[in-house]
């Protein structure tokens, strides 16, 4: 059974940095694209950034682009995500998710088929 657990998440003040992390168990990862998503209260699930299999390729949203940093660890089944100048508009729960279809990065969610339960990032001065 695959498990994508998240960590990382918190409170922080704007222009503040956080490294979420997400552990991944079960036969599942090498192989496999993986991605961040982000929902904030009352909005739709959004894309933030994906990484393909071989860490030799990443995507991100406009929103977060040149401040966030996605970023694997296949040895230790670890998927990362460095967010650097944070801002109040960065506040959501974000979710790593995985994709046993493909390898290549991705931005559709219906495209990934694991998801963890999602940490709360919280940018509030």
């Known amino acids: 059974q695959v498990q994508l657990v998240e960590s990382g998440g918190g409170l922080v003040q704007p222009g503040d940095s956080l490294r979420l992390s997400c552990a991944a168990s079960?036969?599942?990862?090498?192989?496999?694209?993986m991605a961040w998503f982000r929902q904030a209260p009352g909005k739709e699930r959004e894309f933030v950034t994906s990484?393909?299999?071989?860490?030799?390729?990443?995507d991100y949203a406009n929103s977060v682009k040149g401040r966030f940093t996605i970023s694997r660890d296949n040895a230790r089944n670890t998927l990362y995500l460095q967010m650097n100048n944070l801002k109040p508009e960065d506040t959501a729960v974000y979710y790593c998710?995985?994709?046993?279809?493909?390898?290549?990065?991705?931005?559709?969610?219906?495209?990934?088929?694991?998801w963890g339960q999602g940490t709360q990032v919280t940018v509030s001065s």
């Open positions: 990484i393909n299999w071989r860490a030799s390729d990443s």
């Open positions: 079960g036969r599942f990862f090498g192989n496999n694209a």
């Open positions: 998710a995985g994709s046993v279809r493909y390898g290549t990065t991705e931005r559709q969610p219906d495209r990934y088929d694991y």
